[in-house]
């Protein structure tokens, strides 16, 4: 299988809400409503472009995964929020969600971002070095298990002297 990654275009959108909706349908912790996060979070000043992703299935021409980057704060640090990665199931656990991540954090990094925040699952995010936030006195604004709440610096140290309660873009509190 041939997958490529490259930036969401606006022709996308449809297909990237449909493969969220699908992605999310048997995860017992969600809301069902990522994909309406998304369309919020496109409208939003925390929305960067070039981090919102497509993954595409080259034989097909199918979108078949979507991740989503958007600025948040700790304190007075900008820091990016991981959130939603997307995977229709037929083709889940097949490495596109490590391609997505790798190809997110890559670009982040080469965009200058310094850091990124994650809520997610804590057997999977740790393989992209994230780790606790606790770790740094970061906090998630909500009561979530210290072990699903993590924190990835992509450049030095760039939670040295950062602590405080993550401030998500008003789209993720509607």
Not at 111 to 130: D, M, Q, R, T
Not at 134 to 148: L, R
């Amino acid at each position: 299988m041939d997958i490529s990654i490259r930036q969401e275009k606006e022709a996308d959108y449809q297909a990237v809400e449909e493969v969220i909706k699908r992605a999310f349908t048997d995860v017992e912790i969600s809301d069902k409503t990522e994909h309406q996060l998304v369309k919020r979070l496109r409208g939003s000043k925390a929305f960067i472009p070039e981090l919102s992703l497509v993954a595409v299935d080259e034989a097909t021409g199918k979108t078949v995964g979507h991740i989503l980057f958007t600025k948040a704060k700790v304190g007075d640090a900008e820091t990016l929020a991981l959130a939603p990665v997307s995977v229709l199931p037929e083709f889940q656990n097949l490495g596109i969600g490590r391609l997505l991540v790798n190809k997110g954090l890559k670009t982040a990094k080469e965009l200058g971002y310094e850091s990124a925040i994650v809520l997610g699952h804590p057997n999977y995010y740790p393989k992209f070095c994230f780790k606790k936030a606790s770790q740094w006195g970061i906090k998630a604004p909500w009561n979530v298990p210290d072990e699903v709440f993590m924190a990835l610096e992509l450049r030095g140290k760039a939670f040295d002297g950062v602590s405080g309660t993550v401030q998500y873009a008003d789209a993720f509190h509607q």
